[in-house]
């Protein structure tokens, strides 16, 4: 290698220390409100996670009851307590941008190719040290298998791609690492199908929508009706959010009841679609209203019985005011069909989601209820990107003058 080439390697490679260490400080904020994480190993990709468990503490932000009153978690979204998730579905991602850097400047500076067949089995003592590594980066338990396959031809020069396969409970998934040739760097390259992202292939098929039906950027919310995060993110979007962009957006909500920690969330997700099958509008309304009455479905005294007989009771009279055929609308709430509702849920999770609300603006996701710049942010740039301006941003409040010996009024909060 040339001293320029060199040069431009040393650079590549810190500039990917500095963005690693960003990455991992991101994620240590990230997760500051869930369980500690063993300090030093690399993160694992959560969002995609299907074929089994590994550790990986989620997120606890809701609020819980207990015999002296709720606790509130902090953070700004409703997540299940896991303890564990399960290997990513697309591939792991190990030792992720320095390796990237360096390995691209590689396959840049050398050519890629496919290379000369490797020697054979890896010899016990280098079978072990990779067995450690990919234990130590990923935390592990001692109940999981990592069997280290037979290298095999690559495709980027210097390196020969290495199967590891990591078990647990009876269920595998073969993960291809790549091995230098010289065997003394291990290194994880993740691909990525733009033309099959399902973030981009949100099923919104029925569902009823807010604001203009033909508009270039769509906010596409998974909402659990029992959920305060996701009643904080309603009173966002509606109605200063969609007041401020208009005809600009359509909004969609998608079936997403957290059960574990949310008792009557399916249910209401089953009545509020029972509504949408007859009128858009009556199920918007039934919607609002359980965002703003969230407390007064549970209860001082949580009685499940005595919730689900009061949303069914919300669900008919929001269809008397409606309109709506009331035998089809009885038949639907005593029936209790969640089949719609876990096509959402595998949706959701096929998507990746642990929490509530997320949402994804035109594909751009949102994890939590986040404060409402960043929300028109994210709207801007979709708009931006389909050729649309953006709406200039709301002039401040005036703050109202105060009179001698009065007192200032309070702020109102969301």
Sequence with gaps: MTASAAAIDWQLCAEASRLEALS?????????CGQNRASGANSLDARAMT???????????????SSGGVIWG???????????????????????????????????????????????PLDANLTRRVQVMVRSQYSLPPDYTVAVGTPQPGDIAGYNKLPITISHNGKS?????????????????????LAADPAFNIDIGG?????????????????????????????????????????????????????????WAMHAAVDADCLSAQNGTVYWNYVDYLHAHND???????????????????????????????????????????????????????LGIQGAPALFVNGERIDGAVPEPQVWAVIDRALQAAGETPPPLPAPTAP??????????????K
């Design 173 to 193: 998934q073969v993960v291809n690492f790549l091995l230098s040739t010289d065997n003394t760097k291990l290194a994880r390259l993740e691909a990525f199908n």
């Design 400 to 413: 109202v003058p105060v009179a001698p010996g009065q007192k200032a009024p309070a702020a109102s909060g």
């Design 51 to 65: 074929d089994f468990r590994l550790p990986f503490w989620v997120r606890c932000v809701h609020p819980i009851q």
């Design 24 to 32: 991992k400080l991101q994620y240590t904020r990230t997760m500051a």
């Design 207 to 263: 569902r009823p929508a807010r604001g203009n039906p033909d508009a270039k950027v769509t906010i596409i919310n998974f909402d659990d009706l029992e959920c305060p995060f996701c009643a904080r993110m309603h009173a966002e979007l509606f109605p200063s959010t969609l007041g401020r962009y208009q005809n600009l957006v359509r909004i969609v909500y998608k079936d997403f009841p957290l059960t574990q920690i949310h008792p």
């Design 296 to 350: 007064e479905i549970t209860g001082q005294n949580p009685n499940l019985k005595r919730s689900f007989d009061q949303l069914d009771t919300l669900a008919r009279n929001e269809g008397t005011v409606g309109k709506l055929d009331a035998k089809q609308l009885d038949a639907c709430i005593a029936k209790q069909d969640e089949t719609n509702v876990r096509k959402s849920l595998a949706e959701a999770d096929a």
């Design 74 to 120: 902090i953070g700004t979204e409703c997540a299940p307590p896991r303890s564990r998730v399960s290997l990513p579905e697309r591939t792991l991602n190990l030792l992720r941008f320095n390796f990237l850097a360096c390995l691209l400047l590689v396959c840049l500076a050398a050519g890629c190719k496919a290379q000369s067949n490797p020697a054979g």
